[in-house]
């Protein structure tokens, strides 16, 4: 079984095929850990790539985040954060890929990123553009894996439909892992901070995370309310229940929950229409 999981985690990992940018990405990831580095030289580094600016610009300017009319890299750094800025730029070739191929896991992920948006703002929790960016990307996993084992992905969603099965069940039995674990190897491969990574690899078990407890538990309750609301497709037949790890660490009870589920509703008509204007605009470009 051990095998299996190892030639995986080779198969995923081998970054001659992996959807990145090593250009800029590279570039970006030196200036970041160089404290002299100012905003405006690194915005300049990827200002440099007009397709990646246009997808950074697109997803600053999304429901997830609630800026509107972000019009510049310097702008989308500022109010974003250098760390959500390198994600999204390491990040953008898969968006991409998952807005073509997949409709339904790309409104999941919206979707995710908003309600995680909401709830960490209703906590008033520090770095809320990063718990939103750790929820847009928490089933990254999931697009890698569609990508390189097209053909056992199909076996996995047979097993789900046919056994009636959770997704992350499925997965372990045919991979021995699954998307949230591949999700982690992916981040650290792109050398993304432990805030972001953690909640990537733990959001359907926060009792597995250390240090970021609390930005995994609102993701993991994001993806789950994403999930009984039926918007998007996650690819999973049912809604998995909220950990009491996830629901004692952020104090949560009752009536922030019913207050949260309200102001969801109206949220996820602004990405639905954000995710039909982008495959609209998508396909005349085309």
Known sequence: MDDKRSE????????????????????????SENDKATVQEM????SSDQVLSARILRLANSPSYGFYRVSTISNAMILLGVNVVKSLALSSSI????????????????????????????????????????ALLHDIG??????????????????????????????????????AEVGGWLAKSWFLPDKLSEPITFHHDVT?????????????IADALIKASGFGDSGDCYVPQIQKAAWDVLRFNEQLMA????????????VKNFSLELQGSDASAS
Not at 208 to 220: M, P
Not at 259 to 270: Q, Y
Request: aromatic content about 4%; overall charge negative.
């Open 43 to 46: 915005a300049k580094i990827v």
């Open 8 to 31: 995986l985690k080779k198969l995923i990992m081998d970054t001659k095929t992996l959807p990145t940018l090593p250009g800029v990405v590279n570039k970006l990831n030196t200036m």
């Open 259 to 270: 207050e949260i589920v309200e102001e969801l509703e109206d949220k996820l008509v602004e």
């Open 142 to 179: 999931k697009v890698i894996i569609n990508l390189k084992c097209a053909d056992a992905v199909q076996q996995v969603r047979r097993n789900i439909r046919d056994r009636q099965m959770y997704m992350l069940d499925a997965e372990r039995e045919i991979f021995d892992t699954d998307h």
């Open 95 to 134: 968006f991409e890929i998952m807005e073509k191929n997949s409709v339904g896991l790309w409104e999941h992920s919206l979707g995710v990123g908003v309600a995680a948006n909401l709830i960490a703002r209703k906590l008033s929790l520090p770095e809320c553009e990063e718990i939103a960016t750790a």
């Open 208 to 220: 597995q995370s250390g240090n970021h407890r609390i930005k995994t538990a609102v993701v993991h």
